[in-house]
């Protein structure tokens, strides 16, 4: 598969700040990209489908407005989590889909205080 | 739709044991399956994958699983426990469409020495 970079691996911020993180696709050229959340002990969410060049595709009940996606070059998505609040605290991790499987992100700690 | 089914949050057993962890999926589609495993604070990391070839299918670190479609499942097994397989274990099925992979609730395997 694809090999993903993701950063930053751990971030804290303060309450109503806004955090970015990266999602790089160092060897494959990903017109999509997936964004997931994870809370304490439980499975992988997705929120979002990235796609490069165009609106990402949001999952049912997660707030576009508040994690904004953009996926302006085939190398690199970024999520954005606006006006961050305690219950955003999570671990947020990003996906490539390339011919030879998915490839993940080794996941961001978003710490919201 | 497709879902995926992973039987018991937590799986404990002794070092050297069999492992076996359980996997059912529904899909309305031939899937593809896969069991991904999850160090703490760090990404996925695939452990093996089905994609309509032999049906049981020899992963990473001496793992295995076979896939029934009679019983629509994808169990996960290793003849012998390390401590070192203690980690968070996750089944995921795929339309394979570069569509993304909807997860299991995950199981916590621990190996007791």
């Known amino acids: 598969g694809a090999v993903v970079s993701q950063h930053p691996s751990r971030v804290i911020c303060k309450s109503g700040t806004s955090v970015k993180i990266e999602c790089r696709s160092l060897?494959?050229?990903?017109?999509?990209m997936f964004w997931y959340r994870q809370f304490p002990k439980q499975s992988l969410m997705l929120m979002a489908t990235?796609?490069?060049?165009?609106?990402?595709?949001?999952e049912q009940g997660v707030e576009k407005d508040k994690f904004l996606i953009n996926h302006a070059s085939l190398t690199l998505s970024t999520l954005t989590v606006t006006s961050a609040h305690p219950e955003d605290s999570s671990f947020y991790i990003c996906?490539?889909?390339?011919?030879?499987?998915?490839?993940f992100g080794s996941g961001t700690r978003l710490t919201v205080v | 739709a497709q879902s995926v089914t992973q039987l018991g949050s937590h799986v404990s057993v002794s070092e050297g044991a069999l492992v076996l962890l359980r996997c059912n999926y529904s899909?309305?589609?031939?899937?593809?399956l896969f069991w991904y495993v999850q160090y703490p604070n760090q990404g996925l990391q695939l452990l093996l994958k089905?994609?309509?070839?032999?049906?049981l299918v020899k992963g990473i670190n001496g793992f295995e699983a076979e896939f029934k479609k009679s019983e629509t499942s994808f169990h996960l097994t290793k003849p012998s426990a390390h401590m070192r397989d203690a980690a968070e274990y996750f089944c995921?099925?795929?339309?394979?469409?570069?569509?993304?992979?909807?997860f299991g609730g995950g199981t916590r395997l621990m190996v007791k020495p």
């Open positions: 089905y994609t309509s070839a032999a049906t």
């Open positions: 990235s796609n490069e060049g165009s609106k990402a595709t949001y």
């Open positions: 899909s309305s589609v031939p899937p593809y």
């Open positions: 060897d494959f050229q990903a017109t999509t």
């Open positions: 995921a099925v795929s339309d394979n469409a570069g569509n993304m992979l909807t």
């Open positions: 996906s490539v889909n390339s011919p030879g499987g998915y490839t």
